[in-house]
């Protein structure tokens, strides 16, 4: 059973970096059959997918957010990290990390809960 936590503060400021973990239990991220998403939610919109690491460790980011979001990972912890520079509080989301299923064209199969981030002052 695959379990996804998703960590790191709630709040943080217009033009700092949001920076979120999330801690995969049940699967390793190194697996070739996988890879590990970032998907957020703002309030009263849609999701939002904002990128992914594989197996290998390289980073695929939406179009609309690569300049500023950076993924990367902690094998040994079986971790993966989310950083967000330059918020503004349109950057207040939930924010999920996910599992996506290489056979299945990346559908997801599990998710974490998801976290509230606000960006406010």
């Known amino acids: 059973q695959v379990q996804l936590v998703e960590s790191g503060p709630g709040l943080v400021k217009p033009s700092q970096t949001l920076s979120l973990t999330c801690t995969a239990s049940?699967?390793?991220?190194?697996?070739?059959?996988?890879?590990w998403s970032w998907i957020r939610q703002p309030p009263g919109k849609g999701l939002e997918w904002m990128g992914a690491i594989i197996y290998t460790g390289s980073a695929y980011y939406s179009t609309s957010l690569k300049s500023r979001t950076s993924i990367s990972r902690d094998t040994s912890k079986n971790q993966f990290t989310l950083q967000l520079s330059s918020v503004t509080p349109e950057d207040t989301a939930v924010y999920y990390c996910?599992?996506?299923?290489?056979?299945?064209?990346?559908?997801?199969?599990?998710w974490g809960k998801g976290t509230l981030v606000t960006v406010s002052s």
């Open positions: 996910a599992r996506a299923v290489v056979i299945m064209g990346g559908a997801m199969d599990y």
């Open positions: 049940g699967g390793s991220i190194t697996t070739n059959s996988y890879y």
